[in-house]
T-cell receptor
Framework: GESVGLHLPTLSVQEGDNSIINCAYS??????FIWYKQESGKGPQFIID?????DKRQGQRVTVLLNKTVKHLSLQIAATQPGDSAVYFC???????????FGAGTRLFVKA | KAGVTQTPRYLIKTRGQQVTLSCSPI?????VSWYQQTPGQGLQFLFE???????NKGNFPGRFSGRQFSNSRSEMNVSTLELGDSALYLC??????????FGEGSRLTVL
C-alpha cells in the first residue's frame, strides 16, 4: 500500500516539555495536509491541518509547519501532557485524487 | 450528530472464509473511505466511495471489494481470507476533500 514516511517511529518526552514529530511526504502534488491522533482502541482523530499555500498554522498547544521545498511536515506540541500519549499520523491529500495517504505513525510516550 | 458507526466491532474467521464489514457515515457525508491497519503499520488505503461510485482504489488484491448504497452506507467484503488479513479495518466519512471522521473500526482475526 502507499504511505507517507516518518523519521521517528517512537518519541519519549517528559511531561511539560515540547514534542516535535516529523514527517516526509512523497507527492509534490499534495495540496492539503492533516495531522491525526490515534488513542488506543479508537480511530484516528483530527488535530490540525494546513493547506499547501501556507507554511505554518497554530492551534491550541499545537503547531504544524510545512516545508514544500523538501516535502517535510512537522507537528509541534507545546507543554506535552500525559493525555497526549498516542500514535500520531501525518496525512497528505491530493484533493483531486479522492484519497488520503497516511504515514506509518509515531508513538508518543509522555513520562510523568 | 452521530459519529461513524462500524459493525461488527470484533470478529473471528478462519482461513478461506469471507467477511462483510459495514459502515454508517456521519449524516450528510457522501464520501466513505476504508483503511486497513495492522500492528506496527500505518493506515493502508483500500478504497473510497462517493455517491455509490468507487473513485479510487489502493494496492490490494481483488479479494478486497466494497460498495456504497444510496443512503451512503458502505460495506467492504474480503473473500478467501488469509492469515495476513487479520487487522483493524477502519472506515472514515468526509465532506468531499476534507477531514476524515473515523469510526472505531472492526477488528478481524483470521485463524
Amino acid at each position: 500500500g502507499e504511505s507517507v514516511g516518518l523519521h521517528l517511529p517512537t518519541l519519549s518526552v517528559q511531561e511539560g516539555d515540547n514534542s516535535i514529530i516529523n514527517c516526509a511526504y512523497s507527492n509534490s502534488a499534495s495540496d492539503y495536509f492533516i495531522w491525526y491522533k490515534q488513542e488506543s482502541g479508537k480511530g484516528p482523530q483530527f488535530i490540525i491541518d494546513i493547506r499547501s499555500n501556507m507554511d505554518k498554522r497554530q492551534g491550541q498547544r499545537v503547531t504544524v509547519l510545512l516545508n514544500k521545498t523538501v516535502k517535510h511536515l512537522s507537528l509541534q506540541i507545546a507543554a506535552t501532557q500525559p493525555g497526549d500519549s498516542a500514535v500520531y499520523f501525518c496525512a497528505e491529500i491530493n484533493t483531486g485524487g479522492f484519497k488520503t495517504i497516511f504515514g506509518a505513525g509515531t508513538r508518543l510516550f509522555v513520562k510523568a | 450528530k452521530a459519529g461513524v458507526t462500524q459493525t461488527p466491532r470484533y470478529l473471528i474467521k478462519t482461513r478461506g472464509q469471507q467477511v462483510t464489514l459495514s459502515c454508517s457515515p456521519i449524516s450528510g457525508h457522501r464520501s466513505v473511505s476504508w483503511y486497513q491497519q495492522t500492528p506496527g503499520q500505518g493506515l493502508q488505503f483500500l478504497f473510497e466511495y462517493f455517491s455509490e461510485t468507487q473513485r479510487n482504489k489502493g494496492n490490494f488484491p481483488g479479494r478486497f471489494s466494497g460498495r456504497q448504497f444510496s443512503n451512503s452506507r458502505s460495506e467492504m467484503n474480503v473473500s478467501t481470507l488469509e492469515l495476513g488479513d487479520s487487522a483493524l479495518y477502519l472506515c472514515a466519512s468526509s465532506l468531499e476533500g476534507g477531514e476524515l471522521f473515523f469510526g472505531e473500526g472492526s477488528r478481524l482475526t483470521v485463524l
